[in-house]
């Protein structure tokens, strides 16, 4: 089964910058869409950020222009590029794919906070 692990949270002042991280075991991982999730304290997880598996990308209006996100399928993982952060993208950060999902990893908690 694959297992998910994210990592590169942290705390960042506004208008900072962060890069996620989230490792996919299993070698299956290049033919799925991946995305990046979040959830912040009392609400519902949220997809900011979609990347298909040939590439092409998708955001939520929220974080268009502002994040990217890529990956690297030779070491199944997918990146979360996260500019001009703003209080408001304080959450636990995690990835899956698209749509239908493996098992949740741990996350990755981000703060934004001066």
């Known amino acids: 089964q694959v297992q998910l692990v994210e990592s590169g949270g942290g705390l960042v002042q506004p208008g900072g910058s962060l890069r996620l991280s989230c490792a996919a075991s299993?070698?299956?991982?290049?033919?799925?869409?991946m995305g990046w999730y979040r959830q912040a304290p009392g609400k519902q997880r949220e997809l900011v950020a979609v990347?298909?598996?040939?590439?092409?990308?998708r955001y939520a209006d929220s974080v268009k222009g502002r994040f990217t996100i890529s990956r690297d399928n030779l070491k199944n993982t997918v990146y979360l590029q996260m500019n001009s952060l703003k209080p408001e993208d304080t959450a636990v950060y995690y990835c899956?794919?698209?749509?239908?999902?493996?098992?949740w990893g741990q996350g990755t908690q981000v703060t934004v906070s001066s």
């Open positions: 899956n794919r698209d749509l239908t999902y493996w098992p």
């Open positions: 990347i298909t598996s040939g590439g092409r990308t």
């Open positions: 299993g070698s299956i991982f290049h033919i799925y869409d």
